[in-house]
């Protein structure tokens, strides 16, 4: 027995795809990221927090940033 009214249930919904696509959006941007700072030689993953390293923090970050609002323009659009 379902106590959600029809209107709830399809917000309920549409609020779970909108999160998968910002969470889908948010990998794949944060992925290019990555790429893309190995690409330009930053390394993530060094030792201590030098230069290189948080370049390729940034990158990640701004990558994933764009990755989602890219994912919520396609969201809309799709609605």
């Known amino acids: 027995m379902c106590f959600l009214g029809k209107e ?3 917000k309920s919904r549409k609020l779970l795809y909108e999160g998968l696509a910002d969470a889908g ?3 794949c941007g ?3 990221g990555y790429g ?3 690409v330009f030689g930053f390394d ?3 030792s201590g927090y030098g230069a290189s390293s948080m370049v390729g923090i940034v990158m990640v970050g701004i990558g994933g940033g764009l990755g989602v609002q890219l994912a919520r323009h ?3 659009r799709k609605r």
């Open 25 to 27: 959006g948010f990998l």
């Open 36 to 38: 893309l700072a190995r």
């Open 8 to 10: 709830q249930v399809l």
């Open 74 to 76: 396609w969201f809309v």
């Open 30 to 32: 944060a992925l290019v």
């Open 44 to 46: 993530l993953f060094a």
